[in-house]
């Protein structure tokens, strides 16, 4: 058993030529030849433009949103939209932002978009918070554990975690075992 250490990679500027750059990388590639103006121009960049993306969208629970045929989560603050298929419009400042439904009107404030992380198969110790319902954070990682089932109350306790290919598994609190249905990090639009 080792101690769980996700790391988070970003890809880094293209550097083949003819590699197609994501919005991401092509700031950091405005930056790295901007220089000094570019970075300070980038720092009000959040206040003034956000990405819009329209995608359909299906409540799973209390403030969580899945987008459909994706492994993408999206969490909310005071929503209480019940979207079964549901077209809406993330307009995203970075990671939060706002999830506008197309049919009904209402727009609800996004606190978090998870994305699912890719993680190698095998058996951890790791420290654990309840985030929210079904959902846990690794403590200090940035990464979130999706269960299904899952009571405990957890308050940076420690736990095992027991991954199989694809991130599904088992999480075992105090004791209890709960299923693990992903392994999951935010995601900066």
Not at 17 to 28: A, D, H, I
Request: proline share 2%; with cysteine; glycine share 8%.
């Amino acid at each position: 058993m080792s101690i769980l250490n996700f790391n988070v990679h970003a890809k880094g500027v293209a550097d083949k030529p003819g590699e197609r750059l994501s919005k991401t990388n092509m700031k950091m590639a405005i930056l790295h030849k901007g220089g000094l103006f570019a970075l300070a121009m980038s720092a009000f960049a959040p206040l003034a433009m956000a990405d819009n993306y329209e995608l359909s969208v299906t409540r799973k629970s209390a403030n969580l949103y899945k987008v459909d045929g994706k492994e993408i989560f999206i969490r909310t603050q005071y929503c209480y939209e019940y979207a079964y298929g549901e077209t809406a419009i993330l307009e995203a400042y970075g990671t939060v932002g706002d999830l506008k439904f197309l049919d009904s009107s209402s727009e609800c404030p996004v606190k978090a978009i998870f994305g699912k992380s890719k993680q190698t198969a095998g058996k951890y110790v790791v420290q654990v918070r309840q985030d929210n319902d079904d959902w846990y954070e690794v403590y200090r990682q940035g990464v979130y554990i999706h269960t299904d089932g899952c009571f405990s109350m957890a308050m940076t306790e420690d736990a095992i975690l027991d991954l199989s290919a694809g991130g599904y598994g088992s999480l075992i609190i105090d004791g209890e075992q709960c299923s693990v249905e992903g392994v999951y990090s935010k995601l900066k639009l």
